[in-house]
C-alpha cells in the first residue's frame, strides 16, 4: 500500500506551522497544503522550503479570512465585511463561476510566488463538495497537471472521467475524539489487507498547541494528532506492513 499522509491548514498559524513540520521530521506526514490567504503562509512556505521531500499543495480556502484576489472582482464570495462567508452562508449564496475562477487561481499563483512547486490541491472545510467550487477545481487541476483529494466515491469517479489523479481511498476519519493510535492502526491495517496495492490519502491536523495564536474551533486536538502521528506504535506499524510513504508528486494513478 502507498500511504500519503497530508497535514491541512499548513499557514494558519504557528502551532500549526511548527506541528507539520515535527510529524513530517519525526512522524508519518509526508505531505501538507498551504491557506495562503492566512497570515502565517510565508512562515509556512520557508519552513517548507527547508524540507524538499515534503509535498506542499494548495489548501483551497473560500470560507475563512479576506481573498487573495481584488475583493471588488468577487464581490458574492464575500460579506459585507469583506471576508469570506462561513461555509454554511457560502452555500447559501448564489455563487458565480467567474469568482471562484479568480479567487483560486490567485491563491494558486500567490503560492507558486512564494516558490513553492504546488504537488496537489485540496480545499478547506471541503469546500468541492460544492459543484461551482468542484468544476473549478477540477478545470485548474487539468490545466496545471495537479492531483486532487476526493471527498466521496462521486468526486473520485468524477477525477477519473476527468483524467484527474486522485488516491484510490480518502481517510478523513481520523479527527476529534477519533484521533487516537488505535483508530490510525485499524484504519491502516484494514485498507492494507482489503485494498493491497492501493494509495490511500489520510487528511490529519497537527499542531503544538502551545504555540497557537489564532482562533480556531478544533485546536487541542492537534497536539494529540501530532502525538500518534509521530508514535513509536504507527511509525512500526507502517514498517511491519511494508507500507510505502509517499506524497502527491509520486501518485501516478487515477483509478477508484
Not at 519525526?26 to 498551504?34: E, F, H, L, P, R
Not at 497570515?39 to 509556512?44: D, F, H, I, L, T
Not at 447559501?92 to 516558490?115: F, P, R, T
Amino acid at each position: 500500500m502507498k500511504l500519503i499522509v497530508n497535514a491541512d491548514d499548513f499557514g494558519y498559524d504557528p502551532g500549526i506551522n511548527k506541528g507539520v513540520i515535527h510529524a513530517f521530521r519525526k512522524g508519518i506526514v509526508t505531505s501538507t497544503t498551504i491557506m495562503v490567504n492566512q497570515p502565517y503562509c510565508e512562515e509556512a512556505a520557508k519552513l517548507a522550503a527547508q524540507e524538499p521531500e515534503l509535498g506542499v499543495g494548495l489548501h483551497v480556502n473560500l470560507t475563512r479570512g479576506r481573498p487573495v484576489s481584488s475583493a471588488e472582482n468577487i464581490p458574492g464570495l464575500l460579506s459585507e465585511a469583506g471576508i469570506f462567508w462561513e461555509p454554511d452562508s457560502f452555500y447559501q449564496q448564489k455563487v458565480e463561476k467567474s469568482e471562484v475562477q479568480k479567487e483560486i487561481a490567485a491563491q494558486l499563483d500567490k503560492l507558486m510566488n512564494l516558490g513553492i512547486s504546488p504537488t496537489h490541491m485540496d480545499a478547506h472545510h471541503h469546500l468541492h463538495f460544492h459543484p461551482v467550487v468542484l468544476e473549478v477545481m477540477v478545470e485548474l487541476a487539468g490545466k496545471y497537471r495537479l492531483p486532487l483529494r476526493h471527498v466521496d466515491k462521486n468526486t473520485c469517479s468524477y477525477f477519473q472521467r476527468m483524467h484527474i489523479p486522485t488516491p484510490d481511498f480518502f481517510v478523513s476519519s481520523f479527527f476529534g475524539e477519533d484521533a487516537t493510535v488505535d483508530n490510525l492502526v485499524s484504519i491502516l491495517t484494514e485498507l492494507n489487507t482489503e485494498s493491497p496495492g492501493s494509495a490511500v490519502e489520510v487528511m490529519c491536523h497537527p499542531g503544538f498547541i502551545n504555540d497557537f495564536t489564532a482562533e480556531s474551533s478544533y485546536q487541542d486536538p492537534r497536539q494529540k494528532e501530532l502525538e500518534v502521528l509521530c508514535s513509536k506504535e504507527i511509525k512500526e506499524l507502517i514498517y511491519s506492513l511494508n507500507i510505502q510513504l509517499i506524497n502527491f508528486k509520486s501518485l501516478n494513478i487515477n483509478r477508484c
